[in-house]
């Protein structure tokens, strides 16, 4: 009779006290968060990070869960960035987005390259010369891709956002809280 | 001015009387003339003017009908009316006065007692509902719930056109200050700017 399969898995491994057991992430693919009635092309506003307060128009959904937006770049200086929409604050304004392509732009887009790691691994006093020469090369022409790839994003967007009176301020001008400002009574 | 108390008006017309029939016409004329004008003088020092009464347009201020109109039916005691508004969403019902703000208005033709039926032709006839939106209050009322209902980018306008308003006032205010050197300066008419 062959033996009954075990159930219940029984460790080799026993842990002494002193060693500390980090995060193991259980899930490895990252579960695409739903999102709550965000619309492409709706303007967002930024709640966290070097961009707070600014307002962004939502690309899409990417595959992580993070929502791509883009400033447009020319109108508000944010790029096609991933953002986590709980730091998110949607608003009703939409911009017409049917002439923007974004399909290219994935998580992959964002990955860090190897000179960039690089980079980042020699620490504070990295200067960029040393990266190789090919590298630099590298880095230059990627540097030039993702220049082009946020002009051709932005193009279409820009004329759509021309269209409205003083949405292009809008998009320019950062959202602020005064002192008699009662978020929980704004309507968005 | 003359500041006569109710007594001495009832003198006065006791007064005029006597007078008219002395025929001194032309001194009774004066009498009269004072008489009418403190008349006029004592109805305009009345403080009450909105009184609990059949026929009286409220506003209800409590409850789950705050902020809509209607109009009394019939007085129970002198805490509690019957309301009715049948063209504002205001079920007849028995409410405590202390929940009510009186208007200035009156419905003509409301009975007391009178159905809803009667007082929805009253209202079609004379419509004093439509005559309180056109007050100041009311337009108040609404202006505050228009700005509650501003989005994010309705807000960005508004200050801009605000701004703008401001910088047209003040450039126009240093045309007419200029112009006007020393002598005092006009009102100044506001300018066409949408401004919610």
Known sequence: MPAKKRTVRIGNWYKSDDEKVHFIRKRKAPRPSKLRKIVPGQVLILLSGRFQGKRVVFLKQLKSGLLLVTGPFKINGVPLKRVNSAYVIPTSTKVDVTGVNATQIDDDYFKRTQAQRRKNEQGFWAKRGELTAEQQATEKTRLEGKRNTQKSVDAALITAIKKTQLLKQYLGARFTIGKTTRPHELVF | ?196
């Open chain 2, 1 to 196: 001015m003359f500041r006569f108390r109710r007594e001495d008006l009832y003198q006065m017309n006791i007064i005029n009387q006597y007078i008219y029939d002395i025929c001194l016409t032309s001194l009774f004329k004066k009498i009269k003339r004072i008489f009418k004008q403190q008349k006029k003088f004592v109805l305009l020092e009345m403080v009450l003017t909105k009184f609990v009464e059949v026929g009286r347009v409220v506003k209800i201020n409590y409850g789950p009908q705050e902020g809509k109109l209607a109009t009394i039916v019939e007085i129970l005691n002198d805490k509690r009316v019957l309301i009715d508004g049948p063209t504002t969403g205001v079920q007849r019902q028995v409410i405590p006065i202390r929940r009510l703000t009186l208007t200035k208005f009156n419905l003509k033709g409301a009975t007391r007692g009178a159905r809803t039926g009667v007082i929805t032709k009253a209202i079609k006839k004379n419509d004093p509902i439509a005559q309180y939106q056109n007050t100041l209050a009311a337009k108040k009322v609404a202006k505050k719930a228009l700005r509650a209902k501003l989005t994010d980018f309705d807000r960005f306008r508004v200050m801009i056109l605000r701004k703008r308003r401001s910088a047209l006032l003040s450039t126009q205010l240093k045309a007419l200050r200029k112009n006007n050197a020393g002598g005092k300066l006009a009102a100044q008419a506001k300018g066409g700017n949408k401004k919610k």
